[in-house]
């Protein structure tokens, strides 16, 4: 068992050196080359408003609010300044998603946002994305690389099509530091030891992003306030959920499985559904030990049967909003073509680990 064990964990080693590395150093040369582009546009429409300042940094080589989607899909997500008139209301009303409210209508024209505040003293969402996604038209046919750059039509985000080969999203937010939302408040789970409490208040530290976007737990649902509604996301502090122990590079492994095997029709699986399932993957095993190196197979295979299962019955839970499921919208077919396969690559490196030198 143990030789069955170090067998597999010898060929993940070898998979991660060989073809995660590769996929990494791919994906660096592709962020580099949309960032550019991105950062020509984004200076085009700051001298258009400047209250859309780009805040697309790099820092210590990564790119501050750059998410890889897949290896030729990303979103940048543009911080915006001033949220500091608005009150933060997060009652469950709407999953996945907050609506920022004037915390006093005296201050409506202390608001650097003035414009985008509706009669009942909503900002909206869905006005800034309105007046950024015009912006970033215009910017599009002034900016050096207007021959390379096109608009995506026909939805309400701000989408760029660059070089027919990468498709890069930008999105206006807000950062949320020092709160933590109160659809999120269970975590974590008083009878789990993991994380512990040190690393929790650091998670909590980092707080979360609003992003302006289509919240697709709220289509068909047209109040208001649902389209006023920002979008919830935990990216900084999902990252520093998963350090320490082999933990981001089971990840690693499992985003490069799925470019590789599992991009199918109807994109039903991406990397986000990956991290998330890594997440509950550290709640199962929480000690340390549980996250050594040499327990790198077993956890891959804990986490490919949970992801066949939850692909079975076609929910995901989000990690920090459970009653969010990131499968809403997928179709039945994707998900049960995809548990097909996962399952396959699953009994391939489980039952002939030399297998992952083709995979």
């Known amino acids: 068992m143990i030789a069955a064990q170090a067998k597999l964990v010898y060929h993940l080693n070898k998979y991660y050196n060989e073809k995660c590395q590769s996929r990494k150093g791919a994906i660096s040369k592709n962020i580099r080359e949309v960032c550019k582009v991105v950062s020509d546009v984004l200076k085009e429409v700051e001298v258009q408003?400047?209250?859309?300042?780009?805040?697309?940094?790099?820092?210590?080589?990564?790119?501050?609010?750059?998410e890889v989607i897949s290896p030729s899909e990303f979103e940048v997500v543009l911080y915006l300044n001033q949220m500091g008139v608005f009150n933060f209301v997060d009652d469950g009303s709407l999953p996945g998603c907050a609506v920022l409210k004037l915390s006093d209508g005296r201050k409506r024209s202390m608001s650097l946002w003035v414009e985008f505040?509706?009669?009942?003293?909503?900002?909206?969402?869905?006005?800034?994305?309105?007046?950024?996604?015009?912006?970033?038209?215009?910017?599009?046919?002034?900016?050096?690389y207007r021959d390379v750059v096109k608009m995506v039509a026909d939805t309400s985000e701000v989408r760029l099509r660059i070089r027919d080969r990468y498709v890069?999203?930008?999105?206006?937010?807000?950062?949320?530091?020092?709160?933590?939302p109160r659809s999120a408040a269970h975590w974590p789970l008083p009878h789990i030891p993991w994380p512990g409490p040190n690393r929790v208040a650091e998670v909590k530290a980092e707080g979360f992003n609003l992003l302006s976007k289509e919240c697709y737990s709220l289509n068909g649902k047209q109040?208001?306030?649902?389209?006023?509604?920002?979008?919830?996301?935990?990216?900084?502090?999902?990252?520093?959920?998963?350090?320490?122990?082999?933990?981001?590079?089971?990840?690693?492994?499992?985003?490069?499985?799925?470019?590789?095997?599992?991009?199918?029709p109807g994109q039903p699986l991406n990397n986000y559904h990956m991290k998330t399932l890594v997440s509950y993957e550290c709640e199962k095993h929480?000690?340390?030990?549980?996250?050594?190196?040499?327990?790198?197979?077993?956890?891959?295979?804990?986490?490919?049967?949970?992801?066949?299962?939850?692909?079975?019955?076609?929910?995901?839970?989000?990690y920090f909003l459970?009653?969010?499921?990131?499968?809403?919208?997928?179709?039945?077919?994707?998900?049960?073509?995809?548990?097909?396969?996962?399952?396959?690559?699953?009994?391939?490196?489980?039952?002939?680990?030399?297998s992952l030198e083709k995979l």
């Open 49 to 66: 408003e400047p209250r859309f300042i780009s805040s697309l940094n790099e820092m210590e080589n990564r790119f501050e609010g750059l």
């Open 117 to 144: 505040i509706t009669a009942s003293g909503y900002l909206s969402a869905r006005k800034i994305r309105s007046r950024f996604q015009t912006l970033v038209a215009q910017a599009v046919d002034k900016c050096s």
């Open 168 to 180: 890069v999203q930008i999105t206006p937010a807000f950062k949320c530091t020092g709160i933590w």
């Open 223 to 264: 109040s208001s306030a649902e389209s006023d509604a920002w979008v919830l996301q935990f990216a900084e502090a999902e990252n520093r959920l998963l350090m320490g122990g082999c933990r981001k590079k089971c990840l690693s492994v499992l985003k490069t499985l799925r470019d590789r095997h599992l991009e199918l």
């Open 286 to 318: 929480p000690r340390e030990s549980d996250w050594d190196e040499s327990c790198l197979g077993d956890r891959l295979n804990g986490i490919l049967l949970q992801l066949i299962s939850c692909l079975q019955c076609r929910r995901c839970p989000h």
């Open 322 to 354: 459970p009653s969010l499921d990131l499968f809403q919208g997928k179709p039945h077919s994707g998900l049960e073509n995809a548990a097909k396969q996962t399952w396959r690559l699953a009994r391939e490196i489980l039952t002939n680990p030399k």
